[in-house]
């Protein structure tokens, strides 16, 4: 059976899911191509000398348990810059990245029952997990060593069409753009992430370092729970996005806090402000860093940096749950999402923008048949 012959359903009639697939603004193509456009690393280096190639690419075909996903839009994260650039090393040659991704469920493997053809999911960074080992075991799955990630281990968003397991996709609402709902399926659940790991009290001081997408979502979410947050990064127009929604300040990433802080978050990849920002920490203040990446880190002087039970913690990866929780507190109260889109023909820009400091917010590739809906 060709692609263009294979039916927008799960191949096992016992396996379908018997809801009606809901109405969409978004109709999808009555077959499915045998082909489709995408993006790979085809030579990982700086991201000046052009490393993301546009390619012609079989539509994969959704295995047991997995959906097919028609993609919509797909942000465009830090951690794609650095796997173009080659700091995290390519796991597997020509990879599409990506994984950030809003779509439509196309079609459904065998034994796929969770979602029906129409339907609107998120695909976000964990991609599958074990499930029996000690850390699947005691809820800590963003911990599996033989965990796997979307556009690094399996080809990501940056396609027509990707295909993930259907337990770790995410169910997304109807009402908001897939342009916006991108950043938060990796900008705003490793933020959400951090936020649970800087262990910041009620009420209390939060300093962010870095106020790129996902920390321009994570202050929301603090400031709605009742703290105060203070900004740190280099780029002017960042400090102003931050004192607009909600800040108390935002000075540059060396500034000292107008008093010590609670907690704090390394979102920016520079290794040389762990030391700052644990020196800015009160008593028994945490430190989270969140970039899966991060330059080296110069010497810490115990006294200044560590003593006085001042903790530093990094995030890796996220649990579903974190997805779910984070996606759940979003949809109660949606934050301001500030978005920079790129047609899916200009991925090379937008990661080439990311890394230049180009805009402020996150950058989202949106699909050809999204910008023409």
């Not at 890796?316 to 301001?336: E, H, I, V, Y």
């Amino acid at each position: 059976m060709t692609m263009n012959e294979r039916p927008a359903t799960p191949a096992d009639p016992d396996a379908r899911d018997v809801r009606i697939p809901r109405p969409t603004p978004y109709p999808l193509r009555p077959t499915i191509p045998d082909e489709m456009d995408a993006w790979v690393v085809a030579r990982p280096g700086p991201i000046a000398s052009g490393p993301l190639e546009r390619v012609r690419l079989p539509v994969p075909a959704p295995g047991p348990g997995e959906v097919l996903v028609e993609v919509e839009a797909c942000g465009v994260c830090r951690t794609d810059l650095h796997l173009a650039e080659g700091d995290l090393p390519p796991r597997r040659p020509r990879t599409v990245p990506g994984h950030e991704v809003v779509g439509r469920v196309a079609a459904a493997g065998p034994g796929s029952v969770r979602f029906a053809p129409g339907d609107r999911v998120g695909v976000a960074w964990l991609r599958s997990t074990c499930g029996h080992c000690r850390h699947c075991r005691r809820g800590a799955e963003n911990l599996c060593p033989f965990s796997t990630y979307t556009g690094w281990d399996a080809d990501g968003g940056y396609a027509e069409y990707l295909v993930v397991p259907e337990d770790y996709a995410y169910s997304l609402p109807e009402e908001t753009s897939a342009e916006k709902l991108a950043p938060l399926l990796c900008a705003g659940i490793i933020g959400y992430r951090a936020l649970l790991r800087c262990d910041l009290p009620p009420g209390g001081r939060l300093g962010i370092y870095g106020f790129g997408g996902s920390a321009h979502l994570t202050a929301q979410v603090a400031i709605a729970q009742g703290a105060t947050v203070h900004v740190y990064t280099r780029s002017a127009g960042a400090q102003e996005l931050a004192r607009t929604l909600g800040a108390a300040s935002a000075g540059y990433d060396t500034d000292a806090p107008p008093g010590s802080l609670d907690a704090a978050i390394l979102f920016a990849p520079v290794g040389e402000l762990v030391p700052v920002a644990l020196a800015a920490l009160d008593r028994g203040g945490t430190l989270a860093v969140a970039g899966i990446h991060l330059s080296d880190v110069p010497p810490l002087n115990y006294q200044r940096h560590l003593f006085q039970e001042r903790t530093l913690r990094s995030v890796t990866a996220n649990t579903r749950a974190d997805g779910r929780a984070f996606l759940d507190l979003t949809s109660a109260r949606p934050p301001r999402v500030t978005t920079n889109p790129y047609p899916f023909d200009a991925a090379d820009q937008a990661l080439n923008d990311l890394e230049a400091g180009r805009f402020e917010g996150a950058a989202v590739l949106i699909g050809e048949r999204e910008a023409l809906a």
